[in-house]
Nanobody
Framework: QVQLVESGGGLVQPGGSLRLTCTASGRTSERTFSTYHMGWFRQAPGKEREFIATIKWNGGNTYYRDSVKGRFTISRDNAKNTVYLQMNSQKPEDTAVYSC?????????????????WGQGTQVTVSS
């Protein structure tokens, strides 16, 4: 079992930046954090959950939804069991609850069904 805890959310003005952190803990009998691919998703009130970014186990491959390309960056530090989401040039439409997820088998990273473990989420609000 893997527990994921997000932090770093909050209120930011349009054009501002936030960095989200997701830290993994718990026993993983057959694999370690470094073998999971990780993803960030978000869900705004009244909307479906949507994919934001994913990163493979070694950090060598990343993939983003079009609306955040060039503004958001996903990265990971396997030594710290942590994945990050740096969010720059934020817009009001980025307002949502952001959750991280860990998956054992990579099929592209954008489908929530690929992921086995989810965090509780952290609120990000972009408003002046």
């Amino acid at each position: 079992q893997v527990q994921l805890v997000e932090s770093g959310g909050g209120l930011v003005q349009p054009g501002g930046s936030l960095r989200l952190t997701c830290t993994a803990s718990g026993r993983t009998s057959e694999r370690t954090f470094s073998t999971y691919h990780m993803g960030w998703f978000r869900q705004a009130p009244g909307k479906e959950r949507e994919f934001i970014a994913t990163i493979k186990w070694n950090g060598g491959n990343t993939y983003y939804r079009d609306s955040v390309k060039g503004r958001f960056t996903i990265s990971r530090d396997n030594a710290k069991n942590t994945v990050y989401l740096q969010m720059n040039s934020q817009k009001p439409e980025d307002t949502a609850v952001y959750s991280c997820a860990a998956g054992r088998i990579y099929y592209g990273g954008a489908d929530p069904s690929e992921y086995d473990y989810w965090g509780q989420g952290t609120q990000v609000t972009v408003s002046s």
